[in-house]
């Protein structure tokens, strides 16, 4: 083991010292960086965002009768195991609706490690969810029966291949496979992680996930928003802005078959790759009696029980040496909550010898320095930020904001070379198109009442900067220290991390060549300069209370 850990690191070195002498890709030893600003390329943009229509070849249901479609693997808390998901039989959309038995249709899946030897198998469970709107004229609709099985007992960075759906009904699925994650511990990495925001179901959304496939992840995460149904009436009808063009309904309302055609257009992509989701602002969905989320929490599979939260909002698992926490801004977050509780929990139980990286992702950034959404998630930060930073989270990742932004190392508003870098890559393509203008661009500079959502809080958090160049102001009058680089465009992220210590970040526009990134940096842990709450400590914390 040993050896291989000295080929390993002399690799990483190597690497590292032909491109410092290139000076191709900087390391965030390199830092904090002088701020910028990249413009929007009117040449190379392609233009507005608009939705896929019903009609596109790539989200029309082609199965028959309960055969499965709209398949998708996500992981579970740790390496052995993963859930398979399914729908099955049709949707329904009108005033009259009846809702499909669960019960008529089993939830199998044969798996195996050989094509042709789909030895194991295991059994799940299924559901219908249903958008119901108590008023005259709205069209329900009720889903298709939506399977969810467990398997476990799986090897580590094995591929896995299987069939899902009800043998006894001659409804099987063809032939797919997937590869779980690596075992846990400070030597194995997923090769490549896809992370993206906000991308929804339109002509740059296709873009994205044509780029994101040429560049193989080995997982893809979604921070948030993922179909933009609630920019559709019932009828569906859509717009880019939905209070612009609605603004007499008596509900938000959605259009709810545009689940189904997002699930099948990334079929191809997530019944091969694992997809982990956390929840975005435009999952919220309204429907009658102040139900909301119904979607978001019956099409995908969490680990909710495995990692202890028993809640698809907030979550975590590993990948390799990475421990990946799932947080949810929609929910309570507040020090006397559940999910507040449950992150002390769940932080004092990450062993950082053995997932020596720690990744927290949300949908609504802290550091974000663009107009839209500018400090609309502040109170979630003062709430969550200090015990975040005391255990040394490395990266933070959050969509929400139409653009691109990666910040220099950061804690409160400060450089802080034991921060945590933010990335902001809420520009997976969607309808709403672009954030192009920056709070501290002359005049943008919002009113601070006009920050507050009140689907993330009650509560006006948003105030002036104590301290810095911008003390005593709600905005900078320049791009803030704290921002090493923005940019307005479509695209995504992939992260490979390399060893305990290094992490190479890309950001891919869809502009741009496939094998070419639009921003790149080395992202290092320095665990001997910054001295963060670990395992041990409250293992010994513990132990002594427990003398008393």
Not at 253 to 263: I, V
Not at 359 to 374: E, G, N
Not at 398 to 422: F, K, M
């Amino acid at each position: 083991m040993r050896f291989w850990k000295g080929i390993a690191l002399v690799w990483v070195i190597l690497i590292l010292f032909e491109e410092s002498l290139s000076g191709s890709i900087p390391t965030t030893l390199d830092g904090p960086f002088e701020p910028v600003t990249s413009p929007l390329d009117q040449i190379k943009f392609r233009g507005f965002a608009v939705d896929i229509p019903e009609f596109d070849p790539r989200v029309m249901r082609r199965v028959k009768g309960f055969e499965p479609e709209q398949i998708s693997v996500s992981l579970s808390a740790t390496e052995d195991s993963v859930w398979i998901s399914w729908i099955t039989g049709e949707s329904q959309i009108g005033e009259d609706i009846e809702p499909l038995d669960p019960a008529s249709v089993a939830s199998i899946v044969h798996f195996g490690r050989k094509k042709t030897g789909l030895n194991r198998k295991a059994v799940g469970y299924s559901l219908v969810y249903s958008q119901l709107f108590p008023f005259e004229g709205f069209k329900n609709y009720t889903s298709g029966i939506i399977h969810h099985v467990h398997l476990t007992g799986l090897k580590p960075g094995t591929r896995y291949f299987y069939r899902c759906g009800d043998p006894s009904a001659a409804s099987m699925s063809n032939l797919h496979s997937f590869k779980t994650m690596p075992a846990s511990c400070p030597h194995n990495y997923p090769s490549r992680i896809a992370i993206v925001g906000d991308l929804g179901l339109t002509y740059n959304s296709t873009s994205t996930v044509a780029h994101m496939k040429s560049n193989n992840p080995d997982l893809l995460l979604l921070i948030g928003d993922v179909t933009y149904s609630d920019l559709y009436l019932t009828n569906g009808t859509g717009s880019d802005c939905y209070h612009c063009a609605f603004n007499n309904t008596p509900i938000h309302e959605s259009y709810q078959p545009r689940w189904d055609y997002w699930g099948r257009f990334m079929e191809p992509l997530l019944s091969e790759t694992p997809i982990m989701v956390v929840e975005g602002n435009h999952e919220r969905e309204e429907q009658g009696q102040h139900k909301t989320f119904e979607a978001y929490k019956s099409r995908f599979a969490f680990p909710s029980v495995e990692s202890r939260s028993n809640s698809e909002f907030y979550y975590s698992f590993n990948a390799g040496g990475i421990h990946f926490i799932m947080l949810g801004p929609y929910i309570s977050f507040k020090r006397s909550g559940k999910q507040y509780k449950w992150l002390e929990d769940d932080l004092a139980n990450v062993d950082r010898s053995v997932t020596p990286w720690l990744i927290a992702t949300w949908h609504a950034p802290w550091y974000s320095t663009y107009r839209a959404h500018y400090k609309e998630a502040e109170c979630m930060r003062l709430e969550m930020e200090e015990l975040l930073y005391s255990y040394g989270v490395d990266i933070v990742f959050s969509g929400h904001v139409h653009a691109y932004e990666r910040s220099n190392r950061v804690y409160n508003y400060t450089l802080n070379e034991c921060g945590p870098v933010h990335i902001t890559i809420g520009d997976g393509g969607n309808r709403e198109n672009l954030a192009i203008s920056h709070a501290d661009d002359p005049g943008n500079c919002p009113d601070p009442a006009s920050t507050r959502d009140p689907h993330l809080s009650d509560d006006l958090c948003a105030t002036n900067f104590t301290a810095g160049p911008a003390a005593g102001k709600f905005c900078w009058d320049r791009q803030p220290e704290y921002s090493a680089y923005r940019e307005g465009s479509f695209g995504h992220g992939i992260l490979e991390v390399l060893n305990e210590t290094y992490a190479l970040w890309t950001w891919h526009r869809n502009q741009d060549l496939y094998n070419s990134a639009g921003d790149a940096i080395y992202i290092v842990r320095e665990p001997e300069k910054c001295l963060f709450r670990t395992k041990s400590q409250e293992d010994t914390i513990d132990g002594f209370a427990s003398s008393f």
